[in-house]
């Protein structure tokens, strides 16, 4: 540098003032552009600062959302892979057989009547061995597949037949026979029965009630007795069509439309829309009280199961796409009483129907892991929630499905922790189910013993997953969670005979209802969602209790309006004889099917035998009743 400077002094000591003005003018000018390039540099440098800044965190930016997304990706795809394989059908509660349909790759889900169908394992099929497999054997009873004896289904059939009224057709041509062998050569030794299973068509009549009109005293002043219809004043509704219209709709799920088209073809005109008064009008006038009343004797039940579902109600007062929802309330499974059914209408799914539904109960009530429940146990004090085997189980059956079980050997497949889990939870099933026709005691006993054991192991295990460091697919995770954090609900079924193992009953009765909303789509007004509610809490107690449940509506049709009209009120006394258990409903139903069966029995009267053998073909088709 001072070398530098020396010599840059040598080379100006001897110049002239001109000649060094000349020379500093141009060093200013270098000095002047090298600043200019450096000023230039750094802002250019500076602006690559900030862009590679943005860049930066546009990649990381772009470096989340690619993560977010290939979760997005991968849960989408398992929730496809668990479409593909019906996890939620019939087979989910059937470990082997959800494994066993696991390895047949599909593009589309299985049409459900085919999957039973075709239940036997096919050539291309794989069938996996688990160690505990052979504890199982055939299912339960020893009976072959669905644990159903072969020849039931035939041999109830024919023993169903044999209590229906008998027609008798002795098919003969005399005639013919003449010909053939020669009159007088030929005689019958014995008849061949051949029984089929006929339908007489549906029957509508026209009733026509006449009351008099009589002439009082000797100036003859005419007075008309008075007649009004029960159920609807100047209206050609009867108990019989009434009950049938809701027996159509809330038990064989056939929307007022279908039904006014059948009944078009029946030769009748009854419109969709007179229908819908109808039901409309007189359900709440007459059905809300055993409504009510069910709900009164649910609620003395001390276990109840319960569940939800969607309903869409197009006039609510809100916006379009809101979601109502119908809740039912139902006793327990293992309770020893009278089944009872209650399904309630609310606009949301929020805590308060709970708190006004079951405001007084005091006891157990068997659920989901839905929040308002446990929100409502905590608030109320006096009830217990208890959870559901049922749920855990799907939980781990998706997480098992989502891997590739195609790929893994029967050695790799036993060794996965869902696989574990649910071989466990297939073995508590199994015990528990030895257990359901046993009194709670000695249940509540037998559990402790038997079935105790096996849910502590089953929770051991999957606290010991929660624990290690492995990591587990999304859907794994939160079946682990879902069951550490349920496990004293999982468990509370082994304090009490009386509570059931999962939510099972519950979901069963409330598919009545998803089969028909799935008919009829929607409720056009509250008011008709109200009478849903109403309908399907009275008729499938009436299915529960073995009611045949078009004459309980016919029963209740034909006594709760006389009692309105004559007492002007139904007494506790009175509702209880209108219950599907009642002895009253029972001698009704079993009378009137008594007075059905011998009406039919006199359309076929009996023949001569003798005209039989003698008399030509058609004199020989005549019915012959035993």
Same mark, same amino acid.
């Given at each position: 540098m001072k070398a530098e400077k020396d010599a840059f002094y040598e080379s100006i000591k001897d110049l002239g003032r001109d000649t060094l003005i000349t020379r500093l003018l141009e060093e200013h000018a270098v000095r002047v552009e090298l600043e200019t390039h450096k000023s230039t540099t750094e802002r250019i440098n500076t602006e690559m600062f900030i862009q590679h800044k943005e860049l930066e965190d546009k990649y990381n930016r772009l470096c989340k959302e690619l993560n977010e997304l290939k979760i997005l990706y991968k849960r989408e795809l398992e929730k496809n892979q668990l479409k593909v394989k019906s996890t939620f059908g019939r087979k989910t509660e059937g470990f082997l057989s959800l494994v066993a349909s696991a390895n047949k790759k599909e593009e589309e889900p299985e049409d459900e009547s085919q999957t039973e169908d075709n239940g036997a394992t096919g050539s291309g099929r794989r069938v996996i061995q688990f160690p505990s497999e052979g504890k199982q054997g055939k299912g339960r009873g020893g009976k072959g597949k669905g644990g159903h004896s072969k020849g039931k289904s035939k041999s109830s059939l024919k023993k169903s037949m044999e209590s229906l009224p008998q027609e008798y057709v002795y098919d003969i041509d005399v005639a013919l026979l003449d010909s053939l062998y020669g009159a007088g050569n030929w005689d019958i030794v014995l008849w061949h029965k051949h029984s089929t299973l006929e339908k007489i068509p549906v029957c509508y009549y026209t009733r026509n009630l006449y009351t008099p009109v009589i002439s009082v005293g000797r100036e003859r002043q005419l007075i008309s007795l008075s007649y009004l219809n029960p159920l609807m004043a100047h209206s050609h509704i009867s108990p019989s069509i009434l009950a049938d219209i809701l027996y159509r709709k809330f038990v064989l799920s056939l929307p007022f439309y279908r039904q006014a088209a059948d009944y078009f073809m029946s030769g009748l005109h009854l419109s969709k829309q007179t229908m819908i008064n109808w039901v409309n009008t007189l359900v709440p006038e007459f059905f809300d009280l055993i409504w009510n009343y069910l709900i009164i004797q649910l609620i003395k039940c001390g276990y109840l199961q319960s569940d939800e579902s969607f309903i869409q109600v197009n006039k609510d007062g809100r916006s379009p796409g809101h979601k109502s929802y119908m809740w039912l309330h139902c006793t327990s499974e293992l309770y020893n009483g009278f089944p009872i059914i209650v399904f309630c209408y609310e606009a949301t799914r929020n805590t308060d129907h709970l708190r006004e539904m079951l405001g007084e109960f005091i006891g157990y009530i068997t659920c989901d892991a839905y929040i308002s429940y446990q929100v409502f146990e905590q608030e109320s004090g006096a009830v217990t929630v208890t959870g559901c085997f049922m749920h855990l189980r799907r939980y781990f059956a998706e997480a098992f499905f989502i891997n590739d079980i195609s790929a893994m050997s029967d050695t790799e497949l036993s060794q996965m922790p869902e696989t574990k889990v649910l071989l466990i939870i297939r073995e508590i099933y199994m015990e528990e189910n030895k257990l359901k026709e046993l009194p709670s005691g000695e249940r509540q006993t037998k559990r402790q013993l038997v079935v105790k054991p096996l849910v502590n192991k089953l929770f051991e295990y999957i606290h010991s997953l929660a624990a290690d460091e492995n990591i587990y697919s999304d =859907?794994?995770?939160?079946? $682990?969670?879902?069951? +550490?954090?349920?496990?004293? #609900?999982? =468990?509370?079924?082994?304090?009490? %005979?009386? $509570?059931?193992?999962?939510? %099972?009953?519950?979901? #069963? +009765? +409330? =598919?009545?209802?998803? +089969? %028909? #909303?799935a008919n009829w789509l929607f409720a056009d007004t509250i008011e008709g969602a109200k009478v849903n509610a109403t309908m399907y809490s009275i008729t499938e107690t009436a299915k529960a209790n073995g009611a045949d449940v078009y004459l309980y509506l016919k029963y209740l049709l034909e006594n709760i309006p006389v009692r309105l009209e004559t007492n002007g009120t139904c007494d506790n006394e009175f509702l209880e004889k209108m219950m599907p258990w009642s002895q009253e409903y029972r001698e009704y139903e079993k009378h009137t099917k008594e007075e059905s069966l011998e009406s039919f029995r006199r359309m076929f009267p009996k023949p001569d035998k003798d005209q039989i053998r003698a008399g030509t073909s058609a004199a020989a088709s005549v019915p012959l009743t035993a």
């Open positions: =859907r794994m995770t939160k079946a $682990i969670n879902y069951a +550490i954090n349920q496990e004293n #609900r999982l =468990r509370e079924f082994l304090n009490d %005979g009386n $509570i059931p193992i999962d939510n %099972g009953h519950a979901e #069963r +009765i +409330i =598919r009545a209802y998803s +089969i %028909g #909303r």
